[in-house]
Nanobody, 118 residues
């Protein structure tokens, strides 16, 4: 079984920072990328940031310059440093693993709530 456990969510004022962490465990045959998705009420789920095992990163335009993703391939961990937070960043954030080079993630965490107050 595969388990992704997120931590670090919470309530923060606009302009503040949070650091989300995720630890993956279980029988994962392959990992192409780890990343973070988010979903706000009434909105579609969207990719926030992802990093492949070779170090390639991908960010949503809305978070470029503010968020930084990093990973430890050996331990299957991924971190999202979130700076200059805005109210529109409020969402449930999900840690993910993708096994193949392209496509949607194959594994999802339970999610952690991030709330940014104005």
């Amino acid at each position: 079984q595969v388990q992704l456990v997120e931590s670090g969510g919470g309530l923060v004022q606009a302009g503040g920072s949070l650091r989300l962490s995720c630890v993956a465990s279980g029988s994962i045959f392959s990992v192409n990328a780890m990343g973070w998705y988010r979903q706000a009420p009434g909105k579609l789920r969207e990719l926030v940031a992802a990093v492949t095992t070779d170090g390639t990163t991908n960010y949503a335009d809305s978070v470029k310059g503010r968020f930084t993703i990093s990973r430890d391939n050996a331990r299957n961990t991924v971190t999202l440093q979130m700076n200059s937070l805005k109210p529109e960043d409020t969402a449930v954030y999900y840690c993910t693993i993708r096994s193949r080079r392209t496509g949607l993630p194959n594994y999802w965490g339970q999610g952690t709530q991030v709330t940014v107050s104005s």
